[in-house]
């Protein structure tokens, strides 16, 4: 596949607006972690109330894919997104304005920031039903790579908060989010073929395919482990190394950024060698890489860079996954997308809330890695058993 070929076959300017619009409600939706430590400051939070804290919008979002990801197929991807954006943009100006006061109210405005999760489900559809099969994986990649917006909130945040307060960079959030929709309406096209919209019993037939189940599961553990790692790092630097929350954000970017830049990669090694071959070296890396860490090397420079190894290969299993899904549930993309969505998301609860939950209970994080390692090795498992029984999923090329 050339690039030329790739970009006449779809719409470049959609995909740019898809990628852009994920980017930004990315950057959103994680925009409490980076916080973390100046709000359970200020809020006097303990460990595991920080936990719930950055966990809360990662579960919002998870539940709120399925919603938008129905809305997807009934209004059109375009219209959806505008909806969603409009929704992020009124919360993130009402909180600003109004004040986050107790433990409570982040919850509540966890619950708003998750609907920018749910972009996810607006975002993949928006460039799939522009691209044929055998360019999915480099296309949802590409667009699936606005999970890169977790960084800018890593980098940004802690300083912007320091200097201005991180009541106000809440409010911040508001002003590319609003550039990010002017692009969307000028740019964003539904694509040229759009699923008929079905019954709510339609929808969910799907959960009798048992390759949707597997792909709920591969991915609540890369994209859990994903979002869960990003969520929590800010917290984990500081407490764990000391690292102030500036700095903490720099060492987390440079984790995120490893892990949401390869995942157009991950889509596009699945499209040339196939999801299996690339899931299980996805999985090994990943738990070596996270048990490893439970270890809690004295370096930080060495934390970091098994963190980094982590979330590379968490990153490209996110692409490998996505790569697989409108293979076989290409007139259910919406729902799907939104079904897988959610189930990452709901890894990445559990694996921000554990980590929060293990700290507090055992003054380590070292059993919430271990336990999250323990499932990316059963994941494997999981994947090794259904391809030897011919449930696997096959990759257009490679292992069909």
């Avoid at 405005?109 to 055998?134: D, H, I, K, N, T």
């Avoid at 809330?353 to 323990?374: D, E, H, P, V, W």
């Amino acid at each position: 596949m050339s690039l030329k070929s790739f970009m006449k076959a779809g719409d470049p300017p959609t995909l740019f607006s898809a990628f852009l619009y994920f980017d930004l409600s990315f950057m959103t939706w994680v925009l409490l972690a980076p916080l973390a430590v100046l709000i359970g400051k200020d809020l006097h939070l303990d460990a595991a109330h920080k936990g719930l804290m950055v966990a809360t919008p990662v579960l919002a979002g998870a539940f709120l894919r399925v919603v938008v990801g129905v809305l997807v197929d009934y209004v059109k991807p375009r219209t959806a997104g505008l909806i969603c954006q409009v929704i992020v943009i009124a919360g993130l100006v009402a909180a600003w304005f109004l004040g986050v006061h107790n433990f409570g109210e982040t919850l509540l405005l966890g619950c708003v920031l998750g609907m920018a999760g749910a972009s996810f489900a607006v975002a993949l559809p928006l460039a799939s039903r522009w691209y044929p099969p055998e360019q999915q994986g480099l296309a949802l990649g590409i667009a699936g790579a606005g999970n890169s917006g977790t960084v800018l909130a890593s980098l940004f945040a802690p300083a912007l908060a320091v200097k201005f307060g991180w009541i106000n960079v809440i409010g911040m959030a508001a002003l590319p989010l609003s550039v990010a929709l002017l692009v969307y309406i000028l740019l964003a096209k539904d694509g040229p073929v759009q699923p008929a919209p079905k019954t709510w019993a339609q929808y969910f037939n799907v959960l009798r395919v048992p390759q949707a189940w597997l792909y709920m599961g591969l991915y609540s553990v890369t994209f859990g482990g994903f979002v869960g790692l990003t969520s929590s790092l800010p917290t984990f630097f500081h407490a764990e190394y000391g690292l102030n929350p500036v700095i903490a954000g720099f060492a987390t970017s440079a984790c995120v950024f490893a892990g949401s830049m390869v995942r157009p990669v991950g889509g596009a090694v699945a499209d040339r060698f196939g999801g299996v071959k690339t899931l299980t070296v996805v999985f090994m890396v990943a738990a070596g890489a996270l048990a490893l860490v439970s270890l809690a090397p004295g370096a930080v420079a060495i934390a970091i860079t098994l963190l980094i190894a982590g979330m590379l290969a968490l990153g490209m299993g996110n692409g490998a996954v996505f790569q697989l899904v409108p293979q076989r549930f290409g007139d259910e993309m919406g729902v799907m997308t939104g079904l897988v969505g959610m189930t990452g998301g709901v890894g990445g609860f559990y694996l921000a809330s554990s980590l929060g939950l293990s700290k507090q209970l055992t003054g380590s994080y070292q059993a919430g890695l271990l336990i999250f390692a323990a499932l990316a090795l059963t994941a494997l498992a999981v994947l090794t058993l259904a391809s030897r029984r011919g449930a696997a999923p096959v990759a257009v090329g490679a292992e069909a």
